[in-house]
T-cell receptor, first 111, second 114 residues
Framework: RKEVEQDPGPFNVPEGATVAFNCTYS??????FFWYRQDCRKEPKLLMS???SGNEDGRFTAQLNRASQYISLLIRDSKLSDSATYLC????????????FGSGTQLTVLP | DTEVTQTPKHLVMGMTNKKSLKCEQH?????MYWYKQKAKKPPELMFV???????INESVPSRFSPECPNSSLLNLHLHALQPEDSALYLC?????????????FGPGTRLTVT
């Protein structure tokens, strides 16, 4: 099983829609999880950290399901500016120092 | 705005050149990272410095040589690169060298090897 798996998409949604991405991970010992967004030809930017069951920041909600080893990212009321690639990031199995990145989910919000 | 800066933004170099990439952070972080990212792929870890000591080298070829002069600065020295080394090189920093903390990325250096 891969360390981190994400649906690559692309997800094409209209403005105002709600969209959810899932990410499964293999490191059952992980205590911290991160979602980053990356715009084309730019650096990854931290969107949200998840240390317990979930986190919410405005239109963005991250939920953690430890039993099933997945985390989700929900975006409500999508904006054109939400178009980006969303990276799921978790600690690497057997390493206290390294993060492993999912391959990313591409989102395009259409007018 | 990012508090991790990288220079240069773009670099074109020949296979016989020697160049250096620079990274600086002013967040008081004690861990710094170099990543390589190819188009449509996630970042791949190259090196980790924790408290100014190299703690992880992901079997990176010796033509890439990292250096951490102090806790705020990180360099990547390049020599005799190959065209396949062309990529976006990202620097990141975090509070310490464990995987518990968020990493913050600089804007990257887009490297082209001719």
């Amino acid at each position: 099983r891969k360390e981190v798996e994400q649906d690559p998409g692309p997800f094409n949604v209209p403005e105002g829609a709600t969209v959810a991405f899932n990410c499964t991970y293999s490191n059952s010992a992980s205590q911290s999880f991160f979602w980053y967004r990356q715009d084309c030809r730019k650096e990854p930017k931290l969107l949200m950290s998840v240390y317990s069951s979930g986190n919410e920041d405005g239109r963005f909600t991250a939920q953690l399901n430890r039993a099933s080893q997945y985390i989700s990212l929900l975006i409500r009321d999508s904006k054109l500016s939400d178009s980006a690639t969303y990276l799921c990031v978790v600690p690497l199995s057997g390493s206290a120092r390294q993060l492993t990145f999912g391959s990313g989910t591409q989102l395009t919000v259409l007018p | 705005d990012t508090e991790v800066t990288q220079t240069p933004k773009h670099l074109v170099m020949g296979m016989t050149n020697k160049k250096s990439l620079k990274c600086e952070q002013h967040m008081g972080h004690r861990a710094m990272y170099w990543y390589k990212q190819k188009a449509k792929k996630p970042p791949e870890l190259m090196f980790v410095y924790s408290y100014e000591k190299l703690s992880i080298n992901e079997s990176v070829p010796s033509r890439f040589s990292p250096e951490c002069p102090n806790s705020s600065l990180l360099n990547l020295h390049l020599h005799a690169l190959q065209p396949e080394d062309s990529a976006l090189y990202l620097c990141a920093s975090s509070r310490d060298g464990t995987s518990s903390y968020e990493q913050y990325f600089g804007p990257g250096t887009r490297l082209t090897v001719t």
